[in-house]
């Protein structure tokens, strides 16, 4: 397992529901990464903002924005991710792509989809989990609303050091005036997997007049912020230590005594 991993968080506004002038700005952002790093973190729906009109916005996974996925990845030798929306067969998800530095594509399509919004009215429900491997670090990317939901997204300790994952990473549409308990949800997450957490949002205002504020954070495995940035656009590029993180796991063994469980 590689020591540190270095993350790249492009914490920014979005175009509503125009994915040219959204690829064309994070081109832009990530040509200023000079320095060597391991993944690149953008938000959720990252091409189009939150939008509910899948039938007009939606790509294939053969389409433009994945292959500008993997055009960045090989070109800045590192994994990118973030998600948008696709269509496959008849069904359209909200999906999460991971793209390698060798252009191997995996994805996760979001499994609580918010209600408030009807989302569950124009896009199909995910149901299965995924778990990247980055550098020997495990990886457990999920989408805005998971993050209420402790149960879907809890650790797992398999004994001596081996835990399902090391780092919970949340991309998000997460509206300004529930920040509370966006900050609140990333924490206690961070606290009860044991796990570093990764909440990375979007800024700005969209086309319903809903205002975002970023509020983009990094938390170790005791719940203290490394990284947090409100309000304004930025690049942040984060160092992860895995001695830290296997420094608590040992202090602290909590997850050996967790409750089993399945999901139905």
């Known amino acids: 397992m590689q020591d540190k991993l ?9 175009f ?4 040219q002038k959204n690829i064309q700005a994070f081109s832009q952002k990530i040509e200023q990464i000079e320095q060597p790093i391991d993944l690149i973190i953008l938000p959720e729906m990252f091409t189009t903002g939150f939008s509910m009109k899948p039938k007009i916005l939606y790509e294939t996974m053969d389409g433009i924005t ?10 800045k030798n590192c994994a990118i991710t973030g998600s948008l929306i696709i269509k496959e067969l008849d069904h359209f998800y909200n999906r ?37 491997s980055l550098k020997g670090w495990k990886i457990r990317p999920v989408i805005c609303y ?9 650790n797992k300790w398999f004994g001596d050091d081996r835990y399902e994952y090391d780092v919970l990473l949340v ?19 961070a ?13 700005g205002e969209d086309e319903n007049g809903i205002l975002y504020s970023g509020d983009s954070a990094v ?8 990284y947090r940035k409100s309000d304004v656009e930025d690049i942040a590029i984060v160092s992860l230590r895995i001695d830290l993180l296997q420094k608590t796991r040992e202090a602290l063994p909590f997850l050996r005594d967790a409750d089993e469980f399945t999901i139905l």
Do not use: C
């Not at 270095?6 to 979005?14: C, E, G, P």
């Not at 994945?66 to 070109?75: C, G, L, N, T």
């Not at 998000?172 to 206690?188: E, G, V």
């Open 191 to 203: 606290i009860e997997n044991q796990s570093y957490v990764i909440g990375l949002n979007r800024v």
């Open 66 to 75: 994945i292959r500008w996925m993997k055009k960045v990845a090989k070109e």
């Open 146 to 154: 998971d993050l209420r939901f402790p149960v879907w997204l809890r």
């Open 96 to 132: 999460l792509i991971w793209v390698d530095d060798s252009g191997v594509l995996q994805y996760y399509d979001k499994k609580h989809l918010f209600t408030l919004a009807n989302e569950h009215l124009h896009y199909s429900v995910g149901t299965e989990s995924l778990i990247v």
């Open 6 to 14: 270095l993350v790249v968080m492009i914490q920014s506004a979005l």
């Open 171 to 189: 991309i998000a549409n997460w509206p300004q005036k529930r920040n509370a308990a966006w900050s609140t949800l990333l924490q206690a997450r």
């Open 16 to 19: 509503w529901e125009d994915p």
């Open 219 to 226: 938390l170790d495995a005791l719940g203290e912020t490394i």
